[in-house]
């Protein structure tokens, strides 16, 4: 046997040491990721980032017009699996945070990585099929800067409460087809750290004083557990013995979920004096220092249900997707957070998600834009956050498209596809002291291949 796709392996290598750079250099300024695990990702394709969200109940499967990506927010895509699939995705994002108490506005701009993924059937005849990649989960970077004045004194006080970190998640998973019903699940390692920081200051002091840190730095990681089912059956079906053409109706039902999870803990804390220098904070005193302090993060299970209805049409060339609506619901359980055995301002999520994709005219296989798959979405729900008391309400929608860049052939088997989404959402309303307005483009590449074909001939 041999590779078929030297160049495909070749370009998804390259990719990966950009992704873990991208990774480590990541800024993301937002008040926000103070709470919980910080700001969470939108931790799905980009395909599903273009039709509001929805994953629990969509699928690509073999369909010459869509190509195929790794849906790996349902492992039970896995089992149809036709080709192996590299997956890369890359994130800008612009936001725009606004205060009314103290008035002001903030804005920054981010360049991160959404994911990288291969998918592999293993037995296609079975419908066996397994999917592994890396992700981050959520980010944690914040600066707030408070000046006060000491009482009796005159004297101003600079407070600066920072922190750094974030979750980032290892999966593998497998999955298995069998007939209209397919199951899977996805395990793997879930591993980050927090770091948090208030340093004090003393301006235009009356007496000199050392600048003061308080330090607390956590790690964490811990095995996670993810499953998921779907069900496809037809609802119409149209054969067109002139045109030899079938015009098929599908419902697809999908159900994911997440069992509650412990993370394993180490803590340092640290409180000292020290004074800032052109390399580094330069400690002078250190008034306490406790180290390797061992505990428990407890993450909440979550699941998400939906259904897709989409229409394909089978003819000699192949197999081509019209277009597809679905609705999805998910929920998360925010309140059974624990950091330590402590509760944080955090609140039980939930998102409502609508989602639409359709290709103009894929069958006669004339024209560019005839052939591209357009997406667009809304998304409505209550954010985790609940940093105010009066819950934070999270509303967007978005647009996308996926873009052949390989022309397809009835003689080829591989698809290479550019997957866009835009999103547009707001977190908070007028009972919020803090809203926040953002922008996200999100790009990938989805590159799939027949990888190892017996020789026929010699």
């Given at each position: 046997?041999?590779?078929?796709?030297?160049?495909?392996?070749?370009?998804?290598?390259?990719?990966?040491?950009?992704?873990?750079?991208?990774?480590?250099?990541?800024?993301?300024?937002?008040?926000?990721?103070?709470?919980?695990?910080?700001?969470?990702?939108?931790?799905?394709?980009?395909?599903?980032?273009?039709?509001?969200?929805?994953?629990?109940?969509?699928a690509?499967?073999?369909?010459?017009?869509?190509g195929?990506?790794v849906?790996?927010?349902?492992?039970?895509?896995?089992?149809?699996?036709?080709?192996?699939?590299?997956?890369?995705?890359?994130?800008?994002?612009?936001?725009?945070?606004?205060?009314?108490?103290?008035?002001?506005?903030?804005?920054s701009?981010?360049?991160?990585?959404?994911?990288?993924?291969?998918?592999?059937?293993?037995?296609?005849?079975?419908?066996?099929?397994?999917?592994?990649?890396?992700k981050?989960?959520?980010?944690?970077?914040?600066?707030?800067?408070?000046?006060?004045?000491?009482?009796?004194?005159?004297?101003?006080?600079?407070?600066?409460?920072?922190?750094?970190?974030?979750?980032?998640?290892?999966?593998?998973?497998?999955?298995?087809?069998?007939?209209?019903?397919?199951?899977?699940?996805?395990?793997?390692?879930?591993?980050?750290?927090?770091?948090?920081n208030?340093?004090?200051?003393?301006?235009?002091d009356?007496?000199?004083?050392?600048?003061?840190?308080?330090?607390?730095?956590?790690?964490?990681?811990?095995?996670?557990?993810?499953?998921?089912?779907?069900?496809?059956?037809s609802?119409?079906?149209?054969?067109?013995?002139?045109?030899?053409?079938?015009?098929?109706?599908?419902?697809?039902?999908?159900?994911?979920?997440?069992?509650?999870?412990?993370?394993?803990?180490?803590?340092?804390?640290?409180?000292?004096?020290?004074?800032?220098?052109?390399?580094?904070?330069?400690?002078?005193?250190?008034?306490?220092?406790?180290?390797?302090?061992?505990?428990?993060?407890?993450?909440?299970?979550?699941?998400?249900?939906?259904?897709?209805?989409h229409?394909?049409?089978t003819?000699?060339?192949?197999?081509?997707?019209?277009?597809?609506?679905?609705?999805?619901?998910?929920?998360?359980?925010?309140?059974?957070?624990?950091?330590?055995?402590?509760?944080?301002?955090?609140?039980d999520?939930?998102?409502?998600?609508?989602?639409?994709?359709?290709?103009?005219?894929?069958?006669?296989?004339?024209?560019?834009?005839?052939?591209?798959?357009?997406?667009?979405?809304?998304?409505?729900?209550?954010?985790?956050?609940?940093?105010?008391?009066?819950?934070?309400?999270?509303?967007?929608?978005?647009?996308?498209?996926?873009?052949?860049?390989?022309?397809?052939?009835?003689?080829?088997?591989?698809?290479?596809?550019?997957?866009?989404?835009?999103?547009f959402?707001?977190?908070?309303?007028?009972?919020?002291?803090?809203?926040?307005?953002?922008?996200?483009?999100?790009?990938?590449?989805?590159?799939?291949?027949l990888?190892?074909?017996?020789?026929?001939?010699?």
């Amino acid at each position: 046997m041999r590779s078929v796709s030297s160049t495909t392996a070749r370009i998804f290598l390259a990719l990966l040491p950009v992704f873990f750079l991208l990774g480590s250099s990541a800024q993301q300024n937002s008040p926000f990721s103070r709470y919980g695990l910080g700001e969470l990702y939108s931790n799905q394709h980009v395909i599903s980032r273009a039709m509001g969200g929805l994953s629990a109940a969509y699928a690509d499967g073999l369909n010459n017009n869509v190509g195929q990506a790794v849906n790996f927010n349902n492992p039970a895509t896995y089992g149809s699996l036709y080709m192996v699939t590299f997956d890369v995705g890359l994130t800008i994002d612009t936001r725009s945070l606004i205060s009314n108490n103290p008035t002001g506005k903030f804005s920054s701009k981010n360049f991160t990585p959404s994911y990288i993924a291969v998918g592999i059937p293993l037995k296609r005849a079975r419908g066996w099929g397994m999917a592994f990649g890396l992700k981050p989960l959520s980010s944690i970077n914040y600066s707030i800067e408070n000046r006060s004045v000491m009482a009796g004194t005159g004297d101003s006080l600079l407070t600066v409460y920072d922190g750094q970190g974030g979750l980032n998640q290892f999966f593998v998973g497998v999955g298995k087809k069998i007939g209209n019903f397919s199951i899977g699940f996805n395990t793997g390692y879930n591993f980050g750290k927090r770091e948090i920081n208030t340093r004090k200051a003393f301006l235009n002091d009356t007496v000199a004083f050392y600048q003061g840190l308080s330090s607390t730095k956590t790690s964490y990681s811990g095995v996670f557990l993810h499953g998921g089912l779907q069900y496809e059956f037809s609802v119409g079906k149209k054969v067109i013995a002139e045109t030899k053409t079938t015009h098929n109706y599908l419902l697809r039902m999908g159900v994911t979920g997440t069992l509650q999870q412990q993370l394993s803990a180490s803590q340092d804390q640290l409180k000292q004096t020290y004074t800032p220098t052109t390399t580094g904070d330069y400690k002078i005193d250190s008034v306490s220092e406790v180290y390797n302090i061992k505990g428990k993060i407890t993450l909440p299970s979550t699941y998400a249900a939906g259904l897709t209805l989409h229409k394909t049409v089978t003819n000699p060339r192949g197999v081509f997707e019209l277009w597809s609506i679905g609705a999805e619901y998910t929920a998360t359980q925010w309140t059974k957070y624990r950091f330590y055995g402590q509760p944080d301002q955090l609140a039980d999520s939930w998102q409502l998600k609508l989602g639409v994709q359709f290709c103009p005219d894929p069958l006669s296989g004339r024209g560019y834009w005839n052939n591209v798959n357009y997406r667009a979405g809304f998304f409505t729900g209550k954010d985790y956050i609940n940093a105010d008391g009066n819950g934070l309400k999270h509303t967007g929608f978005s647009l996308g498209a996926g873009l052949p860049i390989k022309k397809w052939r009835a003689y080829d088997n591989q698809f290479t596809f550019l997957n866009t989404a835009v999103q547009f959402g707001k977190r908070g309303t007028a009972v919020n002291n803090i809203t926040e307005s953002y922008f996200q483009f999100t790009f990938g590449m989805s590159l799939s291949d027949l990888w190892f074909i017996k020789r026929r001939y010699d």
